[in-house]
Structures are given as structure tokens and as C-alpha cells.
């Protein structure tokens, strides 16, 4: 199983790059965020790679990062979502966002990607929410935040969760706050944003 691939870059477009490596060019697809982070043609490139074997031919998907190439294994898990319609999903959304839609049951946002249908949105919600961390994905739609800085997000939702709000209701007004107002950064200023949009 090939799980990454490093060489030089060839070729590249929005969908898919050509690396050669070891003397043999190889085709990988690849989503719109990793094209964005290739090097120049002719530089060394390096990408994770999945490696998909079937009856009719072999593929390779290319990742610049852990969480594009974790987030497409999750969405290829869920049945009738093939790896073509996984990469267009990726393609569609940044990890942070597509992450936060899973965790809040957002299937329009994911229906509203090209080749995606509403039933096909639906079924990664409902298969995919419990493999989401909703902290995570908060933090992280909202510019990456780890570990400490996130701490804030995950009070704000302890205390939504303790004046009655069930998880998905308190993740969802959460996200909407910090999707006009991704600059706050403080527990209590995002539970009254959250209550006063309710």
C-alpha cells in the first residue's frame, strides 16, 4: 500500500498532479486545497497518499495534510460515497468547514458542493457525526485553533449545555457566532452572542 510519494512535481492541475519518483511518473488526484499548497513544476514535492485498488484499475489521491487525507478515509467509509465524489466533497470545502457541518447535522452546506446530492449529504452527516470532535471542528473552522485556544469554545458550549441546550443545538449557535464573528476569543462574550441570536 502506498501511503505517501515524494519526487518531483511535473505537472499540475486543480484536480490531479504528476510526480516522478524514482524514474516513473505517477498521476495522483488530487483536491483544490493541496493543488493550492503545491510547489513550483520541477520542484520536490511531497504528499500523503491513499492508494485505491480496484477491479478496473489502480488510483492515487494526493494530501498535502493528515487532515485532508483523515477527513477523505472518513467520507470514502460512508456507503455510496466513492472516492470520486469524496475528493469533489474536499474539493468543495476546507476541512474546518466541512468538519463543522458534519457535527452540526449541516447536510445543505455539504449538499450544496457540486456532485453531492441531499440524500448522499445526509448519510455523511448521520454516519460520520459521532467520528467529529464538535470542539474540534469549531476551533478549527475558525482558523485553526488547538489545544488551549480552543478550551474557550468548549466552555461556552458546557454552559449553553447547562441553560438547556442540547450539543447539536448549543454547537450550532456556537458555529453561527463564530462564522459572523470569528474573532471572538472569550467564553463569555460567545455564550451572549449565542443567546441574543437565538
Keep these: 500500500m502506498i ?8 505537472a499540475k492541475e486543480p484536480t ?6 524514482g524514474g516513473i511518473g505517477y498521476e495522483v488526484f488530487i483536491p483544490i486545497s493541496t ?3 503545491l510547489p513550483k513544476t520541477g520542484e ?11 477491479e478496473d484499475g489502480e488510483t492515487l489521491f494526493g494530501f498535502a495534510t493528515k487532515g485532508e487525507k483523515a477527513m477523505f478515509m472518513k467520507l470514502v467509509g460512508v456507503s455510496g460515497v466513492g472516492n470520486k465524489i469524496a475528493l469533489s466533497i474536499l474539493s468543495g470545502s476546507s476541512t474546518g468547514e466541512l468538519s463543522l457541518a458534519i457535527s452540526t ?16 449529504a445526509e448519510k455523511i452527516c448521520i454516519e460520520l457525526k459521532d467520528k467529529i470532535d464538535a470542539i474540534e471542528a469549531l476551533a478549527e473552522s475558525q482558523g485553526g485553533a488547538k489545544g488551549a485556544d480552543k478550551t474557550f469554545i468548549q466552555d461556552a458550549i458546557l454552559a449553553l449545555g447547562a441553560l438547556g441546550f442540547n450539543d447539536e443545538t448549543a454547537n450550532k449557535m456556537i458555529s453561527q457566532v463564530l462564522a459572523v464573528r470569528p474573532e471572538t476569543n472569550d467564553t463569555e462574550t460567545l455564550i451572549r452572542l449565542a443567546l441574543k441570536n437565538k
Design 16 to 21: 490531479q498532479a504528476v510526480i516522478e519518483a
Design 105 to 120: 447535522g449541516d447536510a445543505k452546506r455539504i449538499a450544496a458542493i457540486k456532485g453531492v446530492g441531499k440524500k448522499t
Design 44 to 54: 520536490e514535492v511531497r504528499l500523503l497518499a491513499y492508494h485505491s485498488v480496484r
Design 35 to 37: 493543488f493550492d499548497k
Design 3 to 10: 501511503v505517501s510519494i515524494r519526487g518531483t512535481l511535473l
